[in-house]
């Protein structure tokens, strides 16, 4: 039959409480307990020196991957002479909603010939209280500080207009510096950490989330 | 730190994890390798513990490191890039221990014990006893022996070890106090 540590024991393997603050007739087990604690093993793990460039080659490739390179051709900032021709925008649905959405406003009219890659798409929050708001995601490199929402009138929404590169964008909004909320409107995506953000996808005929 | 191996890596590069992280997504994958040469040994020995062998904690650092530059881009936190490896490490870990759950690794550790030759009784006592304890903690579940491992080889207080893992102060404890039944059970001969 198992033997269970008494809880004070489990405390005092947890450092929480000393052996000598146990009652006597607990001392004996405390005592097998430190021994136990007493084997844990330290070492520090030293790992080959090759690894560095194990994973430098590895990751040099990876990087030519054409996936990759089409992403940073997307992602890339580049100068584009915009003519703007903007649609309304459907702020009531947002507020009505009562919560997060990304809508689009406009798509910039690029010169003739060439690829319109980049749509203006309006993020919308709804956050009373909110003292700051920002948006961060895949398009600015998950940067809390680079896209900040304003505030529209009192009612506590949070408007910005983004240019995005067409593709699909994942976002969340950062609310005070420190509580990340997935747009509440759109369907989310775990990011294998066991957090959740929206998606977007923007393309030449507008934004939706996904 | 091995002097001499980080060729045309910048050791001193002052820049921080976020800024690095920006640098690389804009396409200076090169720069990626200060990142490597930063966090590569930061949970070597995480690693190590939790599938029970060097050459498996290798591989894993490995595979972590090229994953989160895959990912990259899913990085919400630049700033906290090691501990979103620490994530990416972790799940690479569990999969495995998931995976290999029958099979059992004898440590590097124990594998130079067995092979040293003179020591005293109490050393050799000592030995037998971080041995015992070794195999004992590869007995555990992979949540009993992550918080074994972060607790008492890495000796993380449980509110850091929460912030790591995402798991609550009080389930931590749980997991360790039956943990802890556990391996008083496996280590009955030896304590």
Not at chain 1, 133 to 143: K, R
Not at chain 2, 17 to 45: K, N, P, S, T
Not at chain 2, 76 to 85: S, T, V
């Amino acid at each position: 039959m198992t033997k269970t540590y008494h809880q004070l024991v489990k405390n005092l393997l947890d450092g929480e409480l000393a052996l000598a603050d146990l009652p006597p007739e607990l001392r004996a087990e405390g005592e097998e307990a430190l021994r136990l604690a007493g084997a844990v093993d330290r070492t520090p793990v030293a790992l080959s020196p090759a690894l560095d460039a194990r994973v430098m080659a590895t990751v040099r490739r990876h990087a030519e991957a054409p996936a990759r390179r089409a992403w940073r051709w997307l992602a890339a900032p580049r100068q584009i002479e915009l003519r703007l021709r903007v649609r309304p925008a459907v702020l009531a649905g947002a507020l009505a909603a009562a919560a997060a959405l990304v809508l689009l406003v406009s798509r910039p009219q690029a010169p003739i010939g060439a690829p319109p890659d980049v749509m203006f798409v309006r993020f919308v929050l709804h956050a009373p209280g909110a003292k700051r708001v920002t948006v961060a995601g895949t398009f600015n490199q998950w940067d809390q500080n680079a896209a900040p929402l304003v505030p529209a009138g009192t009612g506590g929404v949070w408007t910005t207009t983004l240019a995005l590169p067409v593709g699909q964008h994942q976002y969340a909004f950062i609310v005070d510096g420190r509580r990340w909320i997935a747009d509440p409107a759109a369907p989310a995506v775990n990011d294998g950490f066991g957090r959740r953000n929206s998606v977007v996808a923007v393309t030449t005929q507008g934004a939706r989330t996904l | 730190m091995i002097p001499g191996r980080k060729a045309g890596v910048d050791s001193k590069d002052a820049a921080t994890d976020g800024q690095i992280v920006r640098a690389v997504l804009a396409g200076d994958v090169e720069r990626y390798a200060v990142l490597v040469e930063r966090h590569r040994d930061r949970y070597a020995r995480y690693a190590a513990r939790m599938l029970g062998s060097h050459d498996a904690a290798e591989d894993a650092v490995q595979d972590a490191l090229v994953r989160a530059f895959d990912r990259l881009a899913d990085c919400r936190e630049p700033e906290k890039f090691a501990g979103w490896l620490f994530l990416i490490l972790r799940n690479r870990c569990f999969a495995e221990r998931r995976r290999d759950q029958r099979e059992s690794r004898l440590s590097d550790g124990a594998a130079d014990a067995i092979a040293a030759p003179e020591r005293s009784d109490r050393a050799v006592e000592q030995r037998e006893r971080i041995n015992a304890l070794a195999w004992a903690v590869e007995q555990l579940t992979p949540e009993q022996r992550e918080a074994f491992v972060l607790k008492h080889v890495e000796e993380l207080p449980y509110e850091e070890i929460a912030l790591m893992t995402g798991a609550t102060v009080g389930s931590l404890k749980m997991r360790m106090h039956r943990a802890y039944d556990r391996l008083r059970d496996l280590m009955k001969e030896h304590v």
